[in-house]
């Protein structure tokens, strides 16, 4: 069972940046995908960027393309999500999810685990 720690989240104003963090533990990271999903309150949880399991490939929400950038240091079993020009429909509890193959999707049912989240507020 793979674990997950976020870590990065906070206050920040609309146009600002934030980068989260991911680390995890508990079975071989350099082999899975990896994704962001996040959830606002009183709404569903929605992947917002997924990579592949060698950071070759990547994937996007529409809402965050070309703002929002995944990637992954498998030498450090960690993702990263840095986030620009940040928006107040971006705040949302942000979570780490770990895929259960290779390949990166969109699909919320390819990734079985996530970490506790991580809250992240954009003021206007």
């Known amino acids: 069972q793979v674990q997950l720690v976020e870590s990065g989240g906070g206050l920040v104003q609309a146009g600002g940046s934030l980068s989260l963090s991911c680390t995890a533990s508990g079975r071989t990271f350099g082999v899975y995908a990896m994704g962001w999903l996040r959830q606002a309150p009183g709404k569903a949880r929605d992947l917002v960027a997924t990579i592949n399991w060698s950071g070759t490939l990547t994937n996007y929400a529409e809402s965050v393309k070309g703002r929002f950038t995944i990637s992954r240091d498998n030498a450090r079993d960690a993702v990263y999500l840095q986030m620009n020009n940040l928006k107040p429909e971006d705040t949302a509890v942000y979570y780490c999810?770990?895929?259960?193959?290779?390949?990166?999707?969109?699909?919320?049912?390819?990734?079985?685990?996530w970490g506790q989240g991580t809250q992240v507020t954009v003021s206007s």
């Open positions: 999810a770990a895929g259960t193959w290779a390949l990166a999707t969109m699909d919320l049912a390819d990734y079985a685990s």
